[in-house]
């Protein structure tokens, strides 16, 4: 039996167009369908070598409309040079269809840092956690491609922001997750031919860094011994290393023997690891790693006043071992969890009342302010701290009660003990330190700013103020307080 042919119009005939009536069985019953083809053009092996000869297409047989429709679009882009092949259209139709949940998921697990490694597992798992919590809701089945500048601005504003700034923080963080996704997307290559999944990345914002909800305490060293003291023995040391060396939690927790090399002229402490959770079977497991950073792997000079509660915490508590970590749970015999470091501070620290929510992070703040107290450079700082960039390791500077009162003490020392018959040294010693005490004003808030100018003699105070915009703005606002006061009265 011979298949009948549909009539073909003379333009498809020249350019090997065909639309021929087929039937076809399944099971008992014949279906009736027309078949469209043409030839593939010849220049288009050059671009995609693997192409069959001709194109094809089905229609119902109620559709030869739709059937003429199709083959003279493709026979006019043909012309046009302007073709795609049918296969290569339908691959993108299924990139660019690609769900946000699938897209995103794949980031998290496979992505890598610029460096070219992998990400680490703790990272990891706080990313599962943004998706689960904040971004799947409300993305996930969404297009990769469809998501718009404005449906990502709905969603940052509808974040739950509580009372106090609580998830400030955290929203910069999952924002910045979901712009990092998106960026992929639209940089990197899903063809040999350079195409990229999006043309625009939606996350077209940037959001300043949160301020924090409360700054943190810095313990005076006299305190430090009272925790010391307060912390049960197994735990004492980790409020030395991490308040006197600035040690982060999981660098303190991931220490072994070997790394105290202390029979040496200068005794130091080598950080290579950090203890880090990972969740495993649905359980929260600690396991060693590496450091935060690259620059995080260093070596530290301890203290010498330091020696003896490292040679006692190693005697009693650790194994001989050079591997033997030294901070185990007592009960385990395991690596601790930083929860469980955090639950024991938290009580050590209410044997000083002014530390009243401290955080035991807060450690590091205060380790590195002290170190600055005492005159280390940013070079030293950075390299105690295990910074990279300058800008971090001054987000770890901060004023102390100790130091607030020393400034104090200093300033009116420089200028007290004044009489008639000293009027060109003290002028010569006012523009000494005039450079000293405007940079210590600098970083004192407004209250404290105060307090010292009121202490200064009139003549410096005034040297201040025609060199420091915000003394002077202070000075005029007190003045017109007390007039409108006046004017009151």
Request: proline fraction near 5%.
């Amino acid at each position: 039996m011979t298949t009948p042919r549909v009539k073909v119009s003379r333009r498809q005939r020249r350019s090997n167009g065909r639309m021929i009536e087929k039937t076809s069985k399944r099971g008992e019953r014949t279906y009736r369908y027309i078949e469209c083809s043409y030839l593939t053009p010849l220049w288009a092996f050059e671009k995609w070598p693997n192409l069959p000869k001709r194109q094809y297409k089905t229609f119902r047989l109620e559709q030869e409309y739709d059937a003429r429709a199709w083959i003279d679009a493709e026979i006019q882009s043909i012309e046009n040079n302007t073709w795609i092949p049918p296969q290569i259209v339908r691959s993108r139709e299924r990139i660019h269809s690609i769900p946000f949940s699938e897209y995103a998921t794949d980031y998290v697990e496979n992505h890598h840092k610029r460096n070219g490694e992998p990400i680490q597992e703790t990272t990891k798992n706080k990313y599962r956690e943004y998706l689960r919590l904040y971004l799947l809701p409300t993305f996930g089945n969404k297009e990769m491609s469809s998501v718009t500048s404005e449906d990502v601005q709905r969603w940052y504003d509808a974040f739950p922001i509580r009372k106090g700034g609580h998830g400030a923080s955290a929203r910069k963080h999952v924002y910045e997750l979901l712009s990092g996704i998106f960026a992929q997307a639209r940089t990197k290559p899903i063809n040999s031919s350079g195409e990229t999944l999006i043309k625009i990345n939606p996350c077209s914002f940037t959001i300043a860094r949160p301020q924090r909800r409360k700054e943190p305490v810095i313990a005076e060293p006299e305190e430090l011994d009272v925790i010391y003291n307060a912390m049960p023995q197994w735990l004492q040391l980790s409020v030395y290393l991490c308040g006197v060396m600035g040690l982060r939690e999981g660098e303190c927790l991931g220490l072994q023997r070997k790394d105290f090399e202390l029979d040496t002229e200068t005794p130091m402490l080598h950080i290579e690891r950090s203890a880090k959770e990972v969740v495993k079977n649905d359980h929260r497991l600690v396991v060693l790693g590496t450091t935060k950073t690259q620059t995080s792997v260093r070596d530290l000079d301890i203290p010498v006043f330091l020696l003896e509660h490292i040679k006692k915490h190693l005697e009693i508590f650790v194994e001989d071992d050079p591997d033997s970590p030294v901070f185990t749970a007592p009960r385990t015999g395991g690596l601790v969890k930083q929860q469980t470091v955090r639950n024991t501070w938290y009580r050590a620290i209410r044997s000083v009342p002014r530390l009243a929510g401290m955080r035991f992070y807060d450690l590091r703040h205060t380790a590195l302010s002290k170190a600055v107290e005492a005159g280390a450079s940013l070079g030293t700082v950075k390299n105690m701290a295990g910074h990279a960039i300058d800008s971090t390791a001054f987000n770890y500077q901060h004023e102390s009660q100790s130091n607030r009162e020393q400034t104090l003490r200093n300033i009116n020392a420089a200028f007290s003990g004044k009489d008639q018959g000293e009027n060109t040294s003290a002028e010569i010693r006012a523009k000494t330190h005039l450079k000293d005490i405007l940079a210590t004003l600098d970083m004192l808030s407004d209250d404290k700013r105060r307090e010292v100018m009121a202490a200064l003699p009139s003549d410096v105070l005034a040297e201040v103020i025609s060199h420091d915009v915000r003394a002077a703005v202070q000075v005029r606002s007190e003045v017109s307080d007390q007039e409108d006061s006046a004017n009151l009265e």
